[in-house]
């Protein structure tokens, strides 16, 4: 695993030491160094069976309109971002689904629909435009935002030649060919894709404001 790979579990307390998952080996901090706000829940105990590891904590932030993480990054350097939501309906409400937007800095990335039974996964590609990129949860009014796992991985030069600066890629979808199973991470791949059955790639391209 590379050194500047950084992978957060978020919603662990503060004095987690890390966990190395075990389907992927992929190792996994606290998410507490990276935002200063949100609440630690976990998904509901009847439906924890649904998910998998990292996906069962979440933190939630049920105060402010607009709450940040603030990953480290290196001016001038392509980097990919992937964000996990799991539901789960954490806070034990009869609520069937929540929605919000995601952000990287002052720029609409997406918009987040997540319903308690199930997992979300969303990239974007991007050119870092100071030593630190921040990624915002937005409260548009219908539930409160939450995250289960942040993932950063810096990208090399050549790759993905449509990310420049002033421009963010939004992964519409990648899908695999030549698996028989619905979904697969490579752990050779020195960027860890997620993988669903098709393997090709639409990016949505954004301008930044």
């Known amino acids: 695993m590379r050194a500047d790979f950084l992978s957060i579990d978020c919603g662990v307390e503060a004095n987690y030491s890390g966990d190395t998952d075990r389907y992927f080996g992929i190792v996994y ?6 935002t200063d706000a949100g ?12 998910f998998v590891g990292n996906d069962r904590t979440l933190r939630s932030f049920p105060s402010g309109q607009r709450n940040c993480y603030a990953l480290p990054t290196v001016a001038g350097t ?17 609520s069937s689904s929540v929605e919000f937007d995601l952000h990287l800095g ?7 629909y997540a319903d308690a039974k199930s997992d979300y996964v969303f990239e974007a590609i991007f050119v870092a435009w100071a030593g630190w990129a921040p990624v915002c949860l937005v409260n548009t009014g219908r ?6 796992v942040l993932e950063l991985r810096p990208l090399g030069d050549d790759l993905y030649p449509q990310a420049a600066p002033g421009l963010i890629l939004n992964m519409y979808r990648r899908q695999n060919m030549g698996e028989s ?3 697969i991470r490579y752990v050779t791949c020195i960027f860890q894709l997620v993988l669903h059955v098709i393997e090709t790639e639409l990016w949505q391209i954004i301008f930044l404001q």
Do not use: C, M, Q
């Open 29 to 34: 901090v606290s998410d507490e160094p990276y």
């Open 39 to 50: 609440e630690n829940h976990r998904v509901a105990p009847d439906l924890e069976s649904l």
């Open 78 to 94: 392509k980097h990919l971002v992937r964000a996990f939501f799991a539901y789960g309906n954490y806070y034990g409400r009869s």
């Open 106 to 112: 002052a720029n609409f990335w997406t918009t987040v």
């Open 143 to 148: 539930g409160t935002p939450f995250v289960s």
């Open 181 to 183: 199973v619905s979904i």
